[in-house]
């Protein structure tokens, strides 16, 4: 059984830089895309970006897009979102999902994902 599990969350001032990480266990990682969602309160969870399984294919939404980067190291199962010059409207519980089809021609939805981690908390505030 898939076990994703997110961290590198937590409280930075604006403009500020935070690296989440997303581990599997039980599964390994290489054949799977993986997409990186986030839920303010009240808010509906939203994708943000995608990365096929090979690495070879990237995607963001247009409000992360040039400060939000995402990469994987397949040899240790783990895929980094690395979130430069946040903002006051980042923060969000951030989330993985990972897929079996391994794509990611274009950011998928919610429904495309087979497995979910816990989320981690990110909060920007001066």
């Known amino acids: 059984q898939l076990q994703l599990v997110e961290s590198g969350g937590g409280l930075v001032q604006p403009g500020g830089s935070l690296r989440l990480s997303c581990a599997a266990s039980?599964?390994?990682?290489?054949?799977?895309?993986i997409g990186w969602f986030r839920q303010a309160p009240g808010k509906e969870r939203e994708v943000i970006s995608c990365i096929s399984s090979s690495g070879s294919s990237t995607n963001y939404a247009d409000s992360v897009k040039g400060r939000f980067t995402i990469s994987r190291d397949n040899a240790r199962n783990t895929v980094t979102l690395q979130m430069n010059s946040l903002k006051p409207e980042d923060p969000a519980v951030y989330y993985c999902?990972?897929?079996?089809?391994?794509?990611?021609?274009?950011?998928?939805?919610?429904?495309?994902?087979?497995?979910w981690g816990q989320g981690t908390q990110v909060t920007v505030s001066s």
């Open positions: 999902a990972a897929e079996y089809l391994g794509g990611c021609p274009r950011l998928l939805t919610l429904q495309s994902y087979d497995y």
């Open positions: 039980g599964f390994t990682l290489d054949q799977l895309g």
